[in-house]
Structures are given as structure tokens and as C-alpha cells.
């Protein structure tokens, strides 16, 4: 059965940096897009970037532009999220999950059909 396992969440200063990974199993990402989600404490579970695999593009939300990077290694179907300059914003919980089809559709939560457990993020002083 699909899994995803998010692990490299915790606690750190803003202006820090974190690397999140998601672990694939029984699945492969040659052929199905994935995404991460970010969940603040109170709110709704959103997307932050997901990844095609139909073009290899990778798109963002705009408050994590620029500071925000996705990356797939198809090999090892591993899935990266590298988190610099964090804002006391980005607490919450990260998710990974993918989605039935090749192309990704960046925030639309109903696609996705396996996720993982989350990922603890704190950005704190």
C-alpha cells in the first residue's frame, strides 16, 4: 500500500532553515504528481508548491517564493522541501501527498488522495 512519511520538522529561529523530506513507498513518481501542504495552528490545511510529473515544472504559493524549494529524486523516490528565511508564518504542520494524475494542481486538496502524517514546523525566538 502507497505511504508517505514526512520527516525534518522542529523547532527554529526566524531567519533559519529546515529541509523536510517525504519518503514514497510502493508508488512511483515518474508518472503522478506530488505536492507538500502546510496547516497552521487553527487553519486550513493549504499547498505550498507541488510538482509535475508530466513537465517536471514545480510551482509555489507566493509567500514562499524565493525562499521555498521543492525538489524530487526520482531514484530514490524521495521528495525535499528546503525552507530558508522562515517567518514565524510557516509554523504548523507540512504534509506531502500525491495526486491520481501527472499533473499537479498546486493547493487543490481534494486530488490528492494519499498523505502523509505531518511534519512538526516551529519558527520560533
Known amino acids: 500500500q502507497l505511504q508517505l512519511v514526512e520527516s525534518g520538522g522542529g523547532l527554529v529561529q526566524p531567519g533559519g532553515s529546515l529541509r523536510l523530506s517525504c519518503a514514497v513507498s510502493e508508488f512511483t513518481l515518474d508518472y503522478y504528481a506530488i505536492g507538500w501542504f502546510h496547516q497552521a495552528p487553527g487553519k486550513e490545511r493549504e499547498g505550498v508548491s507541488c510538482?509535475?510529473?508530466?513537465?517536471?515544472?514545480?510551482v509555489y504559493v507566493d509567500s514562499v517564493k524565493d525562499r521555498f524549494t521543492m525538489s524530487v529524486d526520482n531514484v530514490k523516490n524521495m521528495v525535499y522541501l528546503q525552507m530558508n528565511n522562515l517567518k514565524p508564518e510557516d509554523t504548523g504542520v507540512y504534509y506531502c501527498a500525491t495526486e491520481a494524475g501527472a499533473t499537479c494542481h498546486l493547493g487543490i486538496r481534494s486530488v490528492y488522495d494519499y498523505w502523509g502524517q505531518g511534519t512538526q514546523v516551529t519558527v520560533a525566538s
Open positions: 510538482h509535475s510529473a508530466s513537465d517536471g515544472r514545480t
